[in-house]
């Protein structure tokens, strides 16, 4: 009998487990099953200014979650799913931190309103949405829309940012593990010192769009991500650029 | 289309601040223009390089940014009140705030503005969008 994958048990018992399911003691002895998974990611989240223990904890709550949302019928192992929700719990628990720091609640409320449309409208339209077109498919009012993209463009953490179609490896380590003929080019080097500043991916964005003329599209097919996270990258990364250099 | 304005115009002071307030505008006309986000965002970018490309450049009291638009595209210049000869120089067509306003639009081109102000002009081709 084969074991489940993220378990050290048999499939079967496992399977058997999520039938008994909503029975208490089914749904404990899967949180502890799996707890090593919830605190693998927590190690993976640390290092970012927040206890481990609050990662573990907020790991452990997005395990739960996970307990109780699987569907065994769907055919996908439950490690997988787990996993999914777990960093997406994380996720969540920076974004809150970051933002609690300097926006007002309402407008982190908004926010979230205004980036979920954002990504549908940007599906459906094959093309970035207006100020305009935000506020009506929201039923917002433009001037809310404009906040909510400035609060955005604030606390986009992009290390933490979307994942790409496994949800263990972020976006960044794949754009990391690409070719790096582009940081041997001394001529690009030397127009901006502060460039070798930045991180790797950063200057392979700036590298594609800037010296190789590339366009958001084009990069976003190349990277495998979605054409509003190149937008942010690129905008990130010019923003520390004129910081590191110390200008504005 | 026919409410919207043919152009927009702001004089600031020529410090990095004011560039800050420069770019905030650029954005919230971009937004006010009917144009999409992404495009937004490189319009505010480049505002900022191509001031700060000005503020490195010319000893100028003053910028003034004027933005415009018509069916197809949208016409930015940034203007700095002040001294600067020659006007372009090589060390700024070769910069990396140049580099990077040419990235992010369609044209651009160094200027004097009425035969004078050393001025960057650019224009970004719009996507059609219908309301």
Known sequence: MSRAAGSSRPEEEIA?????????????????????????????????????????????????????????????????????????????????????LRVPRNVQETAILVNRTVSAMWQD?????????IASAADIGEDDVLQALDALQAYTTDSLDAPTGDATSTAAESIGSEDRSFEVSEEWLSLAPALRDLSERERKILYLRFFEGRTQTEIADELGISQ????????????????????V | MTDLPTAVSVDVPATPGFVQVLRNIAAGVAARLDIPIDQIEEVRLAVTEAASLLLDEVDATSLRMTI?????????????????????SDR????????????????????????QSPSIRFTKRLERVRR
């Open chain 2, 68 to 88: 415009g638009r018509d069916e197809e595209t949208l016409d930015v210049r940034l203007s700095a009140e002040g001294h600067a000869d020659p006007w372009p």
């Open chain 1, 16 to 100: 058997e487990l999520f039938r008994r399911l909503p029975d208490p003691a089914a749904r404990e002895d899967l949180a502890k099953e799996f707890l090593p998974l919830a605190e693998y990611f927590a190690r993976r989240f640390s290092g970012r200014g927040e206890p481990v223990d609050d990662l573990t904890q907020t790991a452990s709550l997005g395990l739960l979650n996970a307990i109780d949302r699987f569907d065994p019928e769907r055919g996908v192992p439950f490690s997988t799913y787990a996993a999914a929700t777990i960093v997406g719990e994380l996720k969540r628990h920076f974004r809150d931190r970051g933002w609690a």
């Open chain 2, 92 to 115: 700024a067509l070769a910069s990396w705030p140049w580099l990077v306003v040419k990235g992010l639009t369609d044209e651009i081109r160094a200027e004097r503005h009425d035969g």
């Open chain 1, 125 to 133: 339209l094959g093309r970035a949405p207006t100020v305009a077109e």
């Open chain 1, 228 to 247: 509003m996270h190149v937008s942010r990258l690129v905008s990130q990364s010019l923003e520390k650029l004129r910081e590191k250099a110390g200008g």
